[in-house]
């Protein structure tokens, strides 16, 4: 969960290769990291980036929503190796 106001960021660089509404993800951006490894975040209010574009790390990529299936404000998160979803804890900065 989020405060509305807050924005997603990418967890590592990369590539946008999906940036619109998909069923059950909502507002969904995800993310080419090269080697078969991708990141989705989704149920976003708002997309900042668009396909082709290349993102830093940590650079905003949307804003926090409840587009998908979710009822509260936050981010799906999810990353994936060669499609098998990975423990997304791995990939996360504590704050």
Partial sequence: QANPDSYAKAVFSGEVVFAEWFKGYGQLVI?????????LYGSLSEIFTKVGDHVKSQQVIGKVGNSGIVNSYGVYFEVRYKGKPLDPMQWLVKR
Avoid: C, D, I, V
């Fill in 31 to 39: 993310l080419n990291h090269g080697g078969g490894y991708h990141t």
